[in-house]
């Protein structure tokens, strides 16, 4: 979906990790299973400190791992997850979209067929779907552009978890932003549309459902739930994993002086959310 | 450090949701990473804390605790508990329980506690991960070790290059020939090339990737615990574990007879120091030596002890980063010369004990 923003060299060094790290999860090629990069490899924004952020979507009948692994110097943070399971934090919501959104960021797939591919953009498309309608009720907009809908799915994971604010600051910032949201406008369309929560009219989007006030509410905060309690669960049981989460999304902002950027950011996706036909940024 | 003080009460203030202060009752050294632990004590409960304050870490709190995991089924008597951690003030915040004050370390140099006791903390930590080495051993994959030997030994070189020791540049004299104590060696360049030659180990290990008595707690009954988890993990080079073990008493622990001396010579590097390992230290590096036979059962081979002497003398080129740390700057020129002298000799030379590992006797 984005290979065309990862570097050869990076593209190369995770193709040689998953073959390595593939006995940590315990897959094999050719069994069904595939890879997801997201993270700071896939639009070369990696440093030494940086993490190798993998996701391996398997058959294996384990419930969700956080492996913790290195390759060649580098910390590796690979989520390990039985298909089934990928597929309900999508519709259902399983783990609030903890992996739903994932695959909602910038990614490159790693051994992967057409039915990997497409189950990923549903996921993602199922997963976000219901709040960016929910995105786009509340401006009483009724059709939408490309570049509304993947606006109003970033707004929605902000709905649901505000600190992840300071993670898409990080694509905001960067050079080829302008591409990437062209990019990212294009896969989330995709996404809604493999998951039947948009109809297209031509260049024109119709969400099939709009949820109520109620369901919003609800919804909202069953999905954050869920992803905190995996979270958690995941981090070695740290109570305190929402709270560490949050203030080192905040801390980024204010070691970097970005509090003008992020308010800018802000300002970005309201009016590509409200103005239709823009697909470029503005 | 008054602001990591300041950052540490505040995140115990925070934990505890008391508004009186926790009692500081000591300050560690900085660990190579720069990480920081203050032991707090609670004026109602007596209970002890210890909080880590980073920043900036190579390793997140986060991750380092999820790496702690990895030894909980090898380790699970001797691993404090985590108990919060948060970001406060800028700096990630972990604070643990903690069950002794200070370390094996600080014991063994500072405490009057008698060296049989602190000889048997130290022979149950050698072969507990002794046992732990044993039964996860598996097929070794370089790539996948925590330690990349490669990434690790280009970052020592860097730290190297750009180290001044007695007043001279070692940048500048990379490629001369260095002379310790009237013996001529190959240049600091020709050893790493040598230190490189490092062959794969058949099997590698679980490990906690840092095993040294500075990362041991010793509390009450002669119970210890295992923290700073950061370089945990499943792919462990065992001779490389094995080596800092070993080497950690050079480093740390040896004494100068005589002031050093470093100056460039007739395009020579020349280097004329006097260290030893006071006596009493010896029986803690042969626990560390033992090692070896109990993984080998017999002692190994020569390639194996040529490679134990490898990473040996790279972890002696890389303490020279942190000798500041640790207020030992005085013993740069013995390390770069024992880094040399390892390097070039493997552990053929006798007359030089304690600072590289021995090959076996015919």
């Known amino acids: 979906m984005y290979r065309v923003f990862m570097n050869q060299g990076n593209f190369d060094f995770v193709a040689r990790a998953i073959v390595c790290l593939a006995d940590e999860v315990g897959v094999e090629r050719g ?47 690979i989520y390990s997850l039985n298909r089934n399971d990928f597929m309900s934090d999508g519709r259902q919501r399983t783990f609030g979209g903890y992996f739903g959104g994932k695959v909602l960021n910038p990614h490159v797939m790693f051994l992967t067929s057409q039915k990997g591919r497409d189950m990923v953009a549903e996921v993602g498309g199922a997963f976000i779907g219901p709040f960016s309608a929910a995105m786009a009720t509340k401006r009483g907009r009724s059709v939408a552009t490309s570049a509304n809908l993947v606006a109003d799915s970033v707004l929605a994971r902000f709905h649901l978890c505000p600190w992840y604010r300071s993670y898409f600051l990080r694509y905001y910032i960067s050079t080829n932003f302008q591409q990437l949201w062209e990019r990212m406008a294009e896969v989330m369309t995709l996404s809604f549309l493999k998951a039947g929560i948009v109809a297209q009219n031509g260049d024109e989007f119709r969400y099939h459902h709009m949820p109520s006030e109620e369901e919003l509410h609800e919804s909202t905060l069953a999905a954050a739930a869920r992803f905190w309690a995996l979270g958690s669960s995941l981090h070695g049981g740290m109570p305190d994993f929402p709270a560490f989460y949050m203030q080192k999304a905040e801390q980024y902002v204010i070691d970097n002086n970005m509090e003008d950027r992020l308010e800018e950011m802000i300002r970005f996706l309201n009016t590509q959310s409200s103005q239709g036909g823009a697909h470029g940024v503005t | 450090m008054s602001e990591i003080v300041r950052v540490a009460t505040k995140a115990m203030r925070m934990m505890l949701g008391e508004q009186d202060d926790p009692e500081l009752v000591l300050i560690s050294f900085p660990g190579s990473s720069g990480a920081r632990v203050s ?98 051993q598996h097929q070794f994959q370089e790539s996948l070790c925590p330690r990349f030997f490669p990434t690790r030994l280009r970052r020592i070189k860097d730290g190297v290059s750009s180290a001044v020791v007695g007043g001279v540049k070692l940048a500048d004299c990379w490629n001369l020939p260095v002379v310790v104590n009237g013996n001529e060696y190959s240049s600091v360049s020709e050893s790493f090339e040598r230190i490189a030659r490092v062959g794969k180990p058949a099997k590698g290990v679980i490990c906690h990737g840092d095993p040294q008595p500075s990362n041991i707690v010793v509390g009450e ?142």
């Open chain 1, 31 to 77: 069994d069904g299973s595939f890879w997801v990069c997201y993270g700071s490899f896939v639009l070369d924004q990696q440093t030494a400190e940086s993490d190798l952020d993998l996701l391996c979507i398997h058959t294996l009948p384990n419930a969700v791992r956080r492996i913790q692994s290195s390759f060649e110097g580098y910390p590796v943070t």
């Open chain 2, 39 to 136: 032991i707090f004590r609670h004026s109602r409960t007596n209970s002890l804390y210890a909080v880590k304050c980073v920043i900036g870490s190579r390793i997140s709190l986060v991750d380092e605790i999820g790496r702690r995991e990895i030894l909980v089924p090898y380790l699970r008597n001797n691993l404090p508990q985590v108990l919060w951690c948060q970001v406060v003030d800028g700096f990630e915040v972990m604070i643990s329980e903690c069950r002794g004050i200070h370390t094996l370390h600080y014991l063994i140099v500072n405490s009057d506690m008698p060296h049989s006791h602190l000889l048997a903390v130290w022979k149950d930590v050698v072969e507990s991960l002794v046992r732990m080495w044993k039964s996860s």
């Open chain 2, 221 to 362: 009954d002669d119970a210890w615990y295992c923290v700073d988890w950061e370089w945990s993990g499943s792919h462990h080079d065992w001779r490389m574990m094995l080596a800092h073990l070993y080497g950690w008493w050079p480093t740390r622990c040896s004494v100068l007879a005589s002031e050093s001396v470093v100056r460039v010579d007739r395009d020579r590097l020349v280097i004329e120091h006097d260290a030893f390992i006071p006596g009493h230290l010896r029986p803690y590096q042969d626990l560390a030596l033992s090692t070896a036979s109990m993984m080998y059962d017999g002692f190994p081979d020569e390639e194996t002890a040529n490679d134990i002497n490898r990473f040996l003398a790279a972890l002696y080129f890389g303490e020279l980063r942190f000798l500041g740390l640790w207020s030992r700057e005085g013993f740069a020129a013995s390390v770069l010369a024992q880094a040399i002298i390892t390097a070039n000799e493997l552990g053929q030379n006798e007359n030089n004990p304690a600072f590289q590992f021995p090959q076996r006797k015919e």
